[in-house]
């Protein structure tokens, strides 16, 4: 609900609603919001409760400065270290590229995750794979914030197609070039909506 923008930054937090609405007790509720706390998408005030966070272009910024060499390095390692398995994945993947262009926004969203988690698994270093899925889901969030303002999101999502194709061919070079340059994209066109500009 926070990543889909369907709690929207800056909203107050309704723990009693969310028990209701989700359907679980309080326990699993407050763990689950302390971990979305740790994870910066919530924030808590002593005595005033708890509210999504807001998205700030800063933090755009930030994001992209970590995501650029963290995501850049584990395409490499990707390609460098990628079974067979993984291949297939990729394969699968690409094949689902090729229908691309008859999926809405939300359902390309979820295939560019889907691409990001098999590159993060093809590296075979968990440490690399929970880190980046924890700045990856702040990326989304700042996706879904600027969908109906987004233009090209399927292009980009589109253009994974060469950084499959690299990691698959275990072409290292070609695969980190190819991810720097999708994450620096992605923040530019980012920005570009979030400020108007």
């Known amino acids: 609900m926070i990543v889909s923008v369907e709690l929207r930054p800056g909203a107050v937090i309704d723990e009693r609603g969310l028990m209701e609405r989700l359907g679980i007790g309080r326990t699993p509720t407050r763990e689950a919001l302390r971990r979305l706390a740790q994870e910066r998408l919530v924030e808590v005030y002593p005595r005033r409760g708890m509210f999504v966070t807001s998205v700030e272009i800063r933090d755009l910024a930030s994001l992209a400065e970590v995501r650029s060499v963290?995501?850049?390095?584990?395409?490499?390692?990707?390609?460098?270290?990628?079974?067979?398995?993984?291949?297939?994945?990729?394969?699968?993947?690409?094949?689902?590229?090729?229908?691309?262009?008859?999926?809405?926004?939300?359902?390309?969203?979820?295939?560019?995750?889907?691409?990001?988690?098999?590159?993060?698994?093809?590296?075979?270093?968990?440490?690399?794979?929970?880190?980046?899925?924890?700045?990856?889901?702040?990326?989304?969030?700042?996706?879904?914030?600027?969908?109906?303002?987004?233009?090209?999101?399927?292009?980009?999502?589109?253009?994974?197609?060469?950084?499959?194709?690299?990691?698959?061919?275990?072409?290292?070079d070609r695969a980190e070039e190819t991810m720097l340059r999708h994450v620096l994209e992605f923040e530019e066109s980012m920005r570009r909506i979030l400020t108007g500009a």
């Open 70 to 172: 963290l995501e850049s390095h584990v395409a490499r390692l990707a390609a460098e270290r990628a079974t067979d398995e993984d291949r297939s994945g990729f394969d699968t993947l690409l094949g689902e590229l090729v229908h691309g262009t008859d999926l809405d926004a939300r359902e390309l969203m979820a295939l560019d995750e889907r691409i990001h988690r098999q590159v993060y698994r093809a590296a075979h270093n968990p440490f690399l794979e929970s880190t980046l899925e924890e700045y990856y889901v702040l990326a989304l969030r700042i996706w879904y914030l600027a969908l109906d303002q987004a233009r090209g999101l399927e292009q980009a999502v589109l253009a994974h197609r060469e950084l499959l194709e690299a990691i698959r061919d275990g072409d290292a």
